[in-house]
């Protein structure tokens, strides 16, 4: 086995990427209660407002009806299909301890995931991880975001200024952490942005020897579809 560098966070946390339900007539949430039960440490999945501002957990910004899709921002909350979960069900049901990275698309659903994740209590405002690939955006953010964490959610490709400059410039904002590619991280990589006290998250890998690896350069999360796999990367951890 290779050198292990340490995580700024220990343990690392480890997301459930949640990409919606597989099938419309089963319980969505189930996934994600099951990885829960196996020590996951929470969910990673992108959130959107309805037309009445629900927040609802879905990939992408539309959602089909019969043969069409419309977009979830033109359609009253008592309109999305049942198979599309609520973030108000997520925390009824998960509780508020499990760590929540919402990726957001819309600038009014901060406020929104904001005070659902206040209002459910507990850990989890301090444990809402704010999502965006705009870390100039991320910094308008900061005020409304409250106790939640600010995320670059990027690729190491579109660091035009540098990763260096980068982690100087979240650190100045006030932005917790980058968020990159499986592929794109390595030891120094992770190193580099610790030294600004910035936290390196990983994207969504889909092998368990991807999430070792990954654990092993000392990033502080790592996400994937698979919970087993997950929870196999973090027993690895002791």
């Known amino acids: 086995?290779?050198?292990?560098?340490?995580?700024?966070?220990?343990?690392?946390?480890?997301?459930?990427?949640?990409?919606?339900?597989?099938?419309?007539?089963?319980?969505?949430?189930?996934?994600?209660?099951?990885?829960?039960?196996?020590?996951?440490?929470?969910?990673?999945?992108?959130?959107?407002?309805?037309?009445?501002?629900?927040?609802?957990?879905?990939?992408?910004?539309?959602?089909?009806?019969?043969?069409?899709?419309?977009?979830?921002?033109?359609?009253?909350?008592?309109q999305v299909p049942a198979h599309v979960p609520r973030l108000a069900e997520l925390y009824q049901r998960c509780g508020a301890d499990l760590h929540l990275a919402a990726h957001l698309?819309?600038?009014?659903?901060?406020?929104?995931?904001?005070s659902l994740a206040a209002a459910a209590g507990g850990h989890a405002l301090e444990r809402l991880w704010l999502c965006s690939p705009d870390w100039r955006r991320?910094?308008?953010?900061?005020?409304?975001?409250?106790?939640?964490?600010l995320v670059d959610a990027t690729?190491?490709?579109?660091?035009?200024?540098?990763?260096?400059?980068?982690?100087?410039?979240?650190?100045?904002?006030?932005?917790?952490?980058?968020?990159?590619?499986?592929?794109?991280?390595?030891a120094g990589l992770c190193a580099l942005f610790h030294r600004f006290e910035r936290l390196a998250l990983a994207g969504a890998a889909p092998h368990q020897r991807q999430l070792d690896a990954l654990l092993a350069m000392g990033v502080d999360g790592v996400s994937s579809e698979h919970a087993d796999r997950l929870a196999g990367a973090m027993a690895g951890q002791g």
């Not at 698309?105 to 904001?114: K, R, Y």
């Not at 991320?138 to 964490?149: E, I």
């Not at 410039?169 to 006030?174: N, Q």
Request: contains cysteine; charged residues 25%.
């Open 1 to 78: 086995m290779g050198p292990r560098y340490p995580s700024l966070l220990r343990p690392p946390l480890a997301f459930l990427y949640y990409g919606g339900a597989d099938h419309p007539d089963e319980d969505p949430l189930v996934p994600v209660l099951r990885a829960l039960a196996q020590g996951v440490s929470g969910v990673a999945c992108d959130v959107q407002l309805t037309a009445d501002g629900e927040a609802v957990l879905h990939p992408g910004t539309s959602v089909r009806l019969g043969v069409r899709r419309r977009p979830l921002r033109t359609l009253p909350s008592a």
């Open 105 to 114: 698309s819309d600038d009014e659903a901060v406020a929104v995931v904001v």
């Open 138 to 149: 991320l910094a308008s953010w900061r005020a409304a975001a409250g106790d939640a964490r």
């Open 155 to 186: 690729r190491l490709r579109h660091v035009d200024e540098g990763p260096e400059r980068r982690a100087a410039a979240l650190a100045g904002a006030g932005v917790d952490a980058v968020q990159l590619h499986e592929s794109d991280w390595n």
